[in-house]
């Protein structure tokens, strides 16, 4: 009994550094709810913005200065792609935080509730990013959900946003559930007792024939779970109603860290767990990434809400991304995807900020409304400007970049239709991010914008000015990216 | 002046319009003057730099000269690497000469947003210029699709009343070529990775993976050589994907029209010579039969639907199609005399169509319509307009003596010698050609003087500087062409060999009979 408590004192040592930046989330946000609430009166619930920004920032600090390693008998693992994924997840958390000042006070809907859900959500994220046994991989993803769902129906005032909270809840319940069956296959085609990633990927391939359709449906059964987490065709029917009805500054952690968190998630099943089994689920893969390509780049024309809008293009950015799971040299996928979830945070952030800006008390994301912006706020527009042509992947800017190395790392694993596809509805895409720079420039009228306050400045500022010069330092990208990777 | 020719000086003449436009985003909106002055000044200077290049160019050598090279992504082979031969040399002069014509005349028909108008101008001409001194595909794939941007904007804010349709539709098209290019851009880089170990980007190395990419079965070059093709030729533009052109011709403004024709158009041009000749000889000759009755169709597609049209602009726009139809056909006959024709038809076009679309605008500001019906007799009310309006037009026709003549006999008798029959065809054109500039000359310039148009008056001091330039140069290369052909001699000579590997070179061209031994002066 003695060695027991010795040796759960030891693992639990062991463990417990690598997830501080959780635990000081997780405890900021508990005590944030009680007593925390009793500080501050009804009116001044705004003050817990700096609080959960400066919670964040030093959970930023912990990760950048945490030491790899492996914690709770293989179910944790700090390494380059966790720290990677989770760099990416504390940014959009801050920007997500600093946006919400004036959506909430427009709204009167200041609550502490509001900073903790962000917070634990965070946490949630932080896990899922290293998460190396499928059973930590269900519950990050579901602490990551659950405070989403919460978060997506926040303001109870509006219809929509209720709906869907509503909605995603119970698409997002279903997936999970087809998940964890997924799960359960496996579980069941190994004999029992093994859920551990890397132990995954060394049994899978030895399962004896009689059980390899248990482990076909496993796999595929994970991959659609996991689909919709990223939002990937055909399993994406959510994300445009969720991102609309979201208040914008969570669609925007949505659109960022939520993917940036799922992705890394998928990285790392599809990388270590089943890269034997590549074979049984390249072909689907493949139709899933070329459907978010051509559906997402598709619907997003039609579409007169700049936030549905994005979230279709979101879609297709998946899409995209998803080429780089299908690397057969993980490795390189990893950073692809990692350097193209970095581009693509700064992008969406930027174009998010503006969108909130123009907003006035949380409604009027119309592409229209930011009819005349070219003329009304010059440094907006250009900065728009930019964030749109960098999604279209128009040279020099990040996002061309980021596309190039990706379609590269592709084309080099012979997915040369695949690229064909990305290459072609990227085109398609550049029609309606044109579409945008149409409104700006070249119509006139819509109302007035008043001038940017500090956060929308210098989150546009920040993200225009990497997209438009990140390419010139692009050995400085690439150096960060080779980073990235299981240790 | 050739003291000046070296590798910093190339950045500085290309960058500089680029420089100029930054230091434009910092003038308030209101000072008009300085937008015009200084874009005009900057382009000016860095034409005046970039003739330094045609004086020091070795004329011997079929090397890349002024190479310039510095790691960029060593990783990934990327190098800013940067320098000219004889055809890059040529068109990047072109370039830098349209680019103050194009400032000069947008002066007064600029008259609102004078300050992005100007900024995107400079924009559009530094990466134009970039293209042609790029030696690195990775550098040559952003100066390329950077240049859609500032068109895209040209056309859609200052454009005609379908501006914006036009411009979507010119950026999704070229888009679309180009980006199809990526894809077959990085297939190479693979194969050559797979092939030497090292991943490297510079333009020479793709172009010496010929034999590799031979080597590696018809189907594969074949699919390679058609989105190369496909990008170029979206460009170019031929037949059956000219359908961008009229659109945005028509509905540019003057200066977006004059670099259209005059600069974006040989883009398609010279990444044929650059990347498709060289890279794929094999996959080109097996697609040879398409790629000629495509020219021949544009060529004669081009000048019948040309010669019934009503506007003056859309006329020109589809005379560029005929004429830009030529060019490819002298490019793919694949030898000496017909190459050769081709680099000629690209500069001429990019002095002939510019003055006419000139001279479109010059009747386009005073009456406000390019209806040629609206318009008769001009020759009596603006004799110098009327004498300048003939000269462009007859160079455009290629009459001896005046630029345009020297390029289209040439493409014609290197298309004759390689396929008579196919080159005879094309004669045809010769006299379309004719006969669509003229009768328009004649239903615009002679006939009756309506009320309206007798109140027009004759060309503007600045209108006149716009065009002696392009006075001057189709003068001098339809009498003395012979500097020319001692800057393309060399490089032609190398792209020949490249696109006939194993075959004996052709005799070498000597031109000196025809040009020189023509009477003095007879050019009017």
Not at chain 1, 137 to 164: D, N, T
Request: positive net charge; contains cysteine; hydrophobic residues 55%.
């Amino acid at each position: 009994m003695n060695t027991f408590a010795q040796g759960l004192m030891d693992s639990l040592l062991q463990g417990v550094p690598l997830i501080a930046p959780q635990i000081l989330l997780t405890v900021i946000a508990t005590l944030m709810l009680w007593p925390g609430d009793l500080l501050f009166a009804k009116g001044e619930k705004h003050k817990w913005a700096p609080v959960a920004f400066a919670a964040l920032l030093v959970a930023g600090v912990f990760i950048y200065l945490g030491k790899p390693g492996e914690g709770f008998n293989g179910m944790y693992r700090v390494d380059g792609l966790t720290k990677g994924f989770q760099a990416l997840v504390i940014l959009s958390a801050l920007a997500t935080v600093a946006l919400s000042q004036r959506v909430l006070n427009s709204l009167r809907e200041q609550t502490v509730e509001y900073y903790a859900l962000i917070l634990f959500a965070t946490a949630g994220m932080l896990f899922l990013c290293g998460a190396t046994d499928l059973v930590s991989v269900y519950f990050s993803m579901e602490l990551m959900a659950l405070c989403s769902y919460i978060l997506v129906g926040y303001f109870r005032s509006q219809k929509r946003g209720v709906e869907a909270g509503m909605k995603y809840y119970l698409l997002g319940a279903f997936s999970s559930a087809i998940f964890i069956y997924g799960v359960s296959l496996l579980f069941t085609a190994t004999g029992g007792l093994v859920t551990n990633l890397n132990e995954l990927g060394q049994k899978l391939p030895l399962v004896p024939q009689a059980n390899s359709l248990l482990v076909f449906g496993g796999v595929l059964f994970i991959l659609v779970g996991m689909c919709f987490k990223v939002s990937a065709a055909p399993f994406h029917q959510w994300s445009p109603d969720v991102y609309e009805g979201a208040p914008t500054p969570i669609t925007a952690f949505m659109a960022t860290a939520a993917k940036a968190a799922a992705l890394a998630a998928f990285l790392r099943v599809f990388g270590t767990a089943f890269h034997g089994l590549m074979d049984q689920w390249r072909l689907p893969l493949e139709f899933v990434a070329a459907m978010s390509m051509i559906l997402g780049n598709v619907a997003a024309i039609r579409q007169q809400s700049m936030k549905r809008m994005l979230a279709y293009s979101g879609i297709a950015h998946v899409g995209y991304m998803l080429m780089g799971v299908l690397a057969a040299d993980t490795a390189t996928g990893v950073q692809a995807v990692w350097l193209y979830a970095l581009v693509y945070l700064f992008m969406n952030m930027g174009a998010f900020a503006i969108v909130i800006h123009i907003q006035k008390g949380g409604v009027g994301e119309r592409i229209d409304d930011l009819r005349g912006l070219g003329k009304k706020r010059p440094a907006l527009a250009f900065a728009m400007l930019i964030f749109m042509f960098s999604m279209a992947g128009i040279p020099p800017l990040a996002g061309f970049f980021t596309k190039f190395y990706l379609f590269n790392i592709a084309v080099q694993n012979g997915l040369i239709g695949l690229v064909t596809i990305a290459v072609l509805t990227s085109a398609v895409s550049a029609f309606y991010y044109l579409w945008v720079i149409r409104q700006m420039y070249f119509h006139e009228g819509g109302a007035e914008v008043e001038a940017p306050g500090m956060a929308v400045s210098t989150i546009v500022f920040v993200g225009g000015a990497v997209t438009l010069i990140a390419t010139a330092f692009g050995p400085k990208l690439l150096e960060l990216a080779s980073r990235i990777g299981w240790l | 002046m050739s003291a000046f020719a070296n590798p910093t000086m190339m950045l500085v003449a290309t960058f500089l319009p680029l420089a100029a436009a930054l230091l434009l985003l910092f003038v308030p909106k209101e000072n008009k003057a300085a937008f015009k002055q200084v874009a005009f000044w900057s382009m000016t200077l860095s034409f005046l730099v970039g003739l330094s290049f045609w004086f020091g160019y070795d004329r011997s050598s079929d090397a890349v000269q002024w190479a310039f090279s510095k790691d960029w992504m060593p990783t990934l082979g990327i190098k800013f690497s940067i320098g000219m031969d004889g055809i890059s040399l040529l068109l990047w002069l072109l370039t830098a000469f349209l680019g103050p014509i194009s400032a000069l005349c947008s002066f007064e028909a600029i008259a609102d947003r004078e300050k992005e108008y100007y900024i995107w101008l400079l924009v559009l001409q530094t990466s134009m210029l970039g293209v042609f001194i790029a030696q690195d595909m990775f550098l040559f794939y952003i100066f390329w699709e950077v240049m859609l941007v500032p068109m895209y904007f040209l056309i859609a804010i200052w454009g005609g009343a379908q501006k914006l349709y036009a411009a979507i539709k010119l950026f999704l098209y070229t888009l679309a070529g180009s980006l199809l290019m990526l894809v077959a851009i990085l297939a190479i880089y693979f194969l050559q990775h797979k092939h030497s170990g090292h991943y490297d980007f510079s333009i020479a190395s793709f172009q010496m993976m010929a034999p590799v990419i031979a080597a590696q079965g018809k189907t594969f070059g074949l699919l390679l050589a058609l989105a190369f093709f496909v990008a170029f030729a979206i460009k170019v533009p031929m037949f059956p994907f000219h359908t961008w052109l009229p659109d945005a011709h028509v509905q540019a403004p003057t200066a977006g029209s004059v670099i259209l024709a005059g600069v974006l158009l040989k883009m398609g041009t010279y990444g044929f010579v650059r990347f498709l000749l060289p890279i794929f000889p094999d996959a080109v000759r097996t697609l040879m039969p398409w790629l000629l009755a495509l020219a021949l169709i544009g060529i004669i597609y081009g000048a019948l639907v040309a010669m019934v049209q009503a506007d003056m602009k859309k006329l020109v726009a589809y005379s560029s199609v005929s004429h830009l139809g030529l060019c490819v056909l002298g490019l793919f006959a694949l030898n000496s005399y017909g190459l050769k024709g081709a680099m000629f038809q690209m500069i001429n076009h990019g002095i002939s169509t510019p003055g006419l679309f000139l001279c479109v605008a010059v009747v386009y500001d005073r009456r406000h319509t390019r209806q040629i019906a609206d318009f008769g007799g001009l020759m009596k009310t603006m004799p110098v307009y009327a004498t300048v309006f003939i000269l462009m037009t007859l160079s455009s026709i290629g009459l001896p003596l005046l630029n345009g003549f020297i390029g289209e006999v040439l493409c014609l008798w290197g298309a004759f010698q390689a396929h008579p029959w196919i080159g005879a065809s094309a004669t045809i054109a010769i006299v379309l050609g004719a006969a669509y500039m003229l009768w328009m000359v004649q239903r615009v310039l002679f006939g009756e003087v309506s009320e309206v148009n007798a109140k027009m008056g004759d060309l503007s001091r600045r209108e006149l500087a716009t065009f002696i330039p392009l006075i001057a140069a189709a003068v001098w290369i339809g009498l003395y062409p012979q500097p020319f052909f001692r800057v393309m001699d060399a490089p032609v000579a190398k792209l020949l060999k490249q696109a006939n590997p194993g075959q004996v070179e052709g005799p070498a061209l000597e031109m000196a009979a025809v040009p020189e031994s023509a009477p003095e002066g007879a050019g009017r």
